[in-house]
């Protein structure tokens, strides 16, 4: 099970940020006292051509996860239920990033266009 | 409820029913003609109209995004003036102007405030719907409606009368629904209700709201899913006129005695329904830009004559 889980980590960083995959995984055991502070996890999701890229996007708890607007229309993030995480408007470049503590699965959506959805799996 | 197959003739016959009469292009602006279903017939005898008749006309702008500087456009100022300027030009002048949403680009207050000070420019009275750009604010689109909402309609629908034709002003873009598109809404729903309750069926209404009441391409989310409860309400009513903006072109649909239009936007294209990747702007040369973007003007002319849409662009 641990493995696993070590494995789904080492997945959503190589595909988020390859570049620091490596860096932002230190395999030391959890609570030890003597271990360095471990790199948050950081995910990334595009927002393109009125779609949320990766539509389902699988991270471990407390990842920061940071959408970034490259249409040409401001976009929005916000969660199905309105509440657990909402983005102030998201003119062209613009982010909004949000860091996820709990476990579970997290639909969003733009509130502009409302066809447009996605999702963040947390494990 | 009356049976308008039923009522003395007033008006010959062809005017009893909502039939498409002519449709006819003039230069490179689209003129929609129709008899307005009872509308034509609307007369002395009709004593529930609450108001005579007159020949009157509105317009119809749509879509300024004031605010919008990408391409195709560098700025959606110049071409909201230049469309406030022809409707203030109009030799027929209108009674009144009808913005049907998406004022503003993010709902920024500077936006809204462009926006009067340009639509002032026409010396018109304005009646405004939000967008789903007009909701932007931290308070669910309070800004938008403080500014150009009807005071005794703080939740943003209202409805009025002129000359005998009764408006009804609806918003569809206000706690839309994940993976939904437009929605009016229960408590809507049962304003209009009890707004049509005892109207005249052969008073014509016209229908504004910003997302289209008809389904016009789901995927990009054109449409309003409890637009059918809505319609259902005007069911009795001789003659519809339903308004709608969004989509930035002109699209037309006549079903029974229901006529859709959307209308061109002042500020850029978008695609036709489902042609290319999404429904973000067209990005036309800047020779054409002007070819693809227009107002509206609606006449409705006491007697026989038919109701009149026009379609302008901004480049004739």
């Known amino acids: 099970m641990r493995l696993m889980s070590l494995a789904v980590v080492i997945a959503a960083l190589t595909l988020a940020a390859p570049a620091h995959a490596a860096y932002g995984y230190r395999a030391k055991p959890a609570g030890h006292p003597a271990a360095p502070p471990v790199a948050p996890a950081a995910a990334k999701v595009t927002i393109g051509n009125f779609t949320f890229g990766p539509q389902t996007l699988t991270v471990k708890v407390g990842t920061t996860v940071t ?39 997290f639909g969003y959506f733009c509130s502009l266009h409302p066809h447009m959805t996605g999702k963040v799996v947390v494990q | 409820m009356e049976d308008d ?65 990408k391409p195709p456009n560098p700025d ?36 809204f405030d462009d926006a009067d000070q340009i639509l002032r420019e026409a010396k018109l009275p304005v009646f405004f719907i939000p ?38 002003a609806l918003v569809n873009v206000a706690n839309l629904k994940a993976g939904g598109q437009g929605s009016l809404g229960p408590d ?26 008809w389904s016009i391409y789901p995927d990009w989310g054109w449409g309003t899913d409890d637009a059918a409860q809505a319609l259902a309400e005007t069911a009795r009513f001789g003659s519809v006129t339903v308004l709608n903006g969004h989509i ?18 002042t500020a850029f294209p978008q695609p036709a329904p489902g042609e290319g990747p999404s429904p ?23 007697g026989d004559q038919p109701l009149a849409i026009v379609d302008q662009t901004l480049s004739v």
């Open chain 1, 67 to 105: 959408w970034t607007n490259d249409d040409d229309i401001p976009h929005t993030v916000v969660a199905d239920d309105r509440t657990a995480f909402k983005s102030k408007v998201l003119d062209t470049g613009q982010s909004f990033s949000f860091t996820f503590a709990k476990p579970g699965a």
């Open chain 2, 5 to 69: 197959n039923h009522r003395p003739a007033s008006g010959g016959g062809i005017a009893r029913r909502g039939l498409l009469k002519c449709m006819a292009w003039g230069g490179t602006g689209l003129v929609w003609s129709m008899t307005a279903g009872r509308a034509t017939a609307l007369g002395l005898d009709d004593v529930a109209a609450p108001v005579p008749a007159r020949s009157f006309s509105f317009v119809q702008v749509s879509d300024s995004h004031i605010g919008f500087t």
């Open chain 2, 76 to 111: 959606s100022r110049v071409t909201f003036r230049e469309a406030v300027a022809k409707i203030a030009a109009m030799p027929q002048k209108p009674d009144f102007i009808v913005h049907t949403g998406d004022v503003s680009q993010l709902s920024r207050p500077e936006e």
């Open chain 2, 131 to 168: 967008g789903e750009h007009d909701m932007l604010d931290d308070e669910n689109g309070k800004a938008f409606f403080d500014r150009f909402g009807k005071a005794a309609q703080p939740s943003g629908w209202y409805s009025f009368d002129h000359h005998g034709v009764h408006f009804v």
């Open chain 2, 188 to 213: 809507q729903l049962a304003w209009l209700k009890r707004d049509l309750a005892g109207r005249s069926s052969s008073q014509p209404l016209v229908v504004l709201a910003h997302i289209p009441l």
């Open chain 2, 248 to 265: 930035h072109q002109v699209l037309q649909k006549v079903e029974g005695r229901v006529s859709f239009h959307t209308a061109a936007s």
């Open chain 2, 280 to 302: 973000g702007p067209l990005k036309v040369p800047a020779d054409r830009l002007r070819a693809a973007l227009g107002i509206r003007q609606v006449r409705f002319t006491r």
